[in-house]
């Protein structure tokens, strides 16, 4: 055997040697690699919002935080406002935002889990309150935090005047100022805003429970990453067995309907 063909053949045996440890390499890696899946938080107090320091607080934050320890996959928390949080998980931008139940989320993203229920509230000035009957008169002027969705613009949208706000402190800001008539929001929003502004009875009164709106972890139809539908899904099964949702969400549903209905009470942020 001439010398060009003895090294012919170890030239062809390096080869495969190579390709065969390329491939070992990339299965590996691709065995390691651990996706970092993104989360949009809609910047609504007490869900989502940084601190005097700039630091990430709120329900959501506890909760993406909970929730990594059962998946053990990294993720990121990007706060926006809630609008265009919704407007993040129907692009695909994120991977998953917890946000109010509705039919229009549900035509871009999939449902992985409901994490609990909150009652919509419609709160008015003390001294007008008895005048805000079912159903409401044309022409009311009725604040609501932008991008929520209590299905005010389907029922009423011909009778009644709605004005998004960017929270729930300048709703009740612009109530107070008689620049509108009603506020309507969740529990916890009025919860956080009436402890923070120290309002209670003497200044607002509860006008009747609208109804009752669900909140869920939605992963985007756009995601890349929908092959971790079913683990996400068995960590808020496993959350929920664990008693962790309910301590997360229920610790914070403070704000009761018979707050507002008693007699010179001011409520207060707990600390």
Not at 135 to 142: A, E, K, Q, T, Y
Request: contains cysteine; proline residues 3%; aromatic residues 8%.
């Amino acid at each position: 055997m001439t010398l060009p063909v003895i090294e012919a053949r170890m030239l062809r045996i390096l080869v495969l040697l190579m390709c065969s440890v390329m491939s070992l390499v990339a299965v590996a890696a691709e065995r390691d690699s651990t996706p970092i899946v993104r989360f949009a938080a809609g910047t609504v107090m007490p869900w989502a919002y940084l601190d005097s320091e700039g630091n990430e607080q709120g329900l959501l934050s506890e909760f993406s935080q909970a929730l990594a320890s059962y998946t053990e996959i990294p993720y990121t928390n990007i706060l926006q406002p809630y609008p265009r949080a919704l407007q993040s998980l129907a692009s695909g931008y994120v991977d998953f935002a917890v946000v109010f139940e509705s039919q229009s989320v549900a035509k871009t993203a999939i449902l992985v889990g409901g994490l609990s229920h909150s009652q919509v509230l419609m709160v008015a000035r003390k001294a007008e309150a008895s005048q805000y009957s079912s159903p409401l008169r044309d022409g009311r002027r009725v604040g609501y935090i932008r991008g929520s969705d209590y299905d005010l613009k389907t029922r009423d949208r011909d009778t009644l005047n709605l004005f998004p706000v960017n929270n729930m402190q300048q709703g009740l800001e612009m109530l107070l100022k008689k620049r509108i008539d009603i506020m309507v929001g969740t529990e916890e929003a009025f919860d956080w805003a009436v402890r923070d502004m120290q309002l209670g009875s003497d200044d607002l009164a509860l006008v009747r429970v609208v109804g009752e709106t669900g909140v869920g972890l939605y992963m985007s139809k756009k995601s890349s990453n929908k092959r971790l539908l079913d683990v996400y899904r068995q960590a808020l099964d496993d959350m929920r067995q664990d008693g962790l949702l309910d301590d997360i969400f229920k610790r914070h549903s403070r704000f009761t309907v018979d707050v507002l209905e008693s007699k010179s009470t001011t409520l207060r942020r707990e600390k």
